[in-house]
């Protein structure tokens, strides 16, 4: 057997045994235990320095490597509860007892500005059109714009679309907006912006998006662009892209269609006839939005008295209206539109009420009192009889009407 060596003397003094295993395992735990106490001073120490980290905490700047502070120091590794993440910070195992180490929160980062419209239709351009048409000898054509516009004037929208594909001097003056006094847009499930920005760029007068998923967005933009709108269909849309009407001006709107829009309460038609609340500084007089309409088409609609009165103070120039298929409009609904302080009594030439079913014969003599009626639809109305209708017919409000239907009473201008 060899005998174990003796243990080698310093220079400093006796030389000491060597600890057991046993020992060696309580120490190494007593410095495991202290690395773990320190971990929080380390921590609060370097967060100072670490200030401008995200809020989500996820990394540090660009510029510093991973795992290592600004200040210089590189953070502890190796105890048995730690580890290092991708960003450089350091965190505690679960398990280990440990706190759960994490950067300060910095300061929440600014709100995005809100993002603007992507897509933008230029204007139209300063210089005047080409008033002729150059040629590939360099030549002008011997007819002049003025010629070809009175061309296009017979030809349709497609074929209007072939002639821009001609050359850039007729695809100026096919955009001509006399061109196109009429868009019709109609029964389309999605309006895309080539389509928006092209119905801005030729400025028509009438425009139908009747059945149209058009949104409230989509015709809010149309509407602050197309001043010179003469002619509005939305019949069939809802009522969250109608209600778009309460924040555009349509100066020179004449005709509004909003037939058959469902969930329209007697709250809605009142933000879209009373006055914007917002007037200009030192505007004294509150015109609503629809005082310049000619023709108003509400069929379908769950239309009240209460609303009727709205629209007789905020509508006085309506010469057509439209209530047909209107459940709630009954006798007295007659009664407010012909009353003597009614404006519509002197101005209304065209009035339809087909459908309605609350009518009786009692309300036909209040017809008399519009001088200027010329059509009166009672088609479809049950309570109406044909023979009290007749009689309706052969009197009439200054002259006979004739009947070419039951119940249709017409009088020729």
Not at 134 to 154: I, N, T
Not at 357 to 362: C, E, M, P, Q, V
């Amino acid at each position: 057997m060899k005998k174990p060596k003796p243990p080698l003397a310093s220079a400093e003094g006796p030389a000491v045994p060597s600890p057991s295993p046993q020992r060696e395992k309580l120490e190494r735990f007593k410095r495991m235990c202290q690395l773990l106490e320190r971990v929080p001073d380390t921590s609060s120490s370097s967060s100072d320095s670490d200030s401008d980290s995200d809020s989500s905490g996820t990394s540090l700047s660009e510029d510093e490597a991973p795992g290592e502070a600004r200040n210089g120091r590189r953070p502890a590794r190796g105890g048995s509860g730690e580890k290092e993440n991708r960003g450089g910070r350091r965190a505690v195992r679960p398990g280990s007892g440990g706190p759960l180490l994490s950067w300060p929160l910095g300061p929440a980062p600014p709100p995005r500005p809100p993002q603007l419209e992507r897509h933008v239709v230029r204007p139209p351009p300063r210089s005047p059109e080409p008033d002729t048409l150059p040629l590939a000898a360099g030549s002008d054509h011997p007819l002049p714009r003025a010629a070809w516009l009175r061309v296009f004037q017979h030809l349709g929208p497609r074929e209007l679309c072939i002639c821009m594909r001609v050359c850039r001097t007729w695809s100026r003056w096919c955009y001509d907006k006399r061109l196109w006094p009429r868009m019709d847009l109609s029964r389309r499930k999605s309006l895309t912006p080539p389509m928006l920005s092209g119905v801005v760029r030729r400025q028509p007068r009438a425009l139908d998006l009747s059945w149209t998923g058009v949104s409230k967005k989509q015709l809010m933009w149309l509407l602050n662009r197309l001043q010179g709108l003469q002619e509005l269909v939305l019949s069939g849309c809802s009522w969250l892209s109608v209600s778009a009407l309460g924040s555009a001006p349509l100066p020179a709107l004449r005709l509004l269609d909003l037939r058959w829009i469902e969930d329209v309460k007697d709250s809605q038609l009142r933000e879209l006839l009373l006055p914007p609340p917002d007037t200009k500084p030192g505007q004294t007089e509150s015109r609503g939005r629809l005082q310049g309409v000619a023709e108003l088409r509400l069929a379908g609609l769950e239309l009240t008295d209460a609303s009727l009165r709205l629209l007789l103070r905020h509508a006085p120039q309506l010469s057509a209206l439209d209530l047909s298929h209107c459940a709630h409009v009954g006798d007295p609904s007659v009664h407010l539109l012909t009353a003597p302080t009614s404006p519509l009594r002197e101005t209304l030439v065209h009035l339809n009420l087909a459908g309605c079913h609350r009518l009786t014969d009692h309300c036909l003599p209040l017809f008399r009192r519009c001088p200027r009626l010329r059509r009166l639809d009672l088609r479809s109305c049950r309570q109406l009889s044909p023979e009290a209708c007749a009689r309706l017919a052969a009197a009439g409000p200054p002259g006979p009407f004739r009947c070419p239907e039951e119940k249709l009473l017409l009088k020729d201008s």
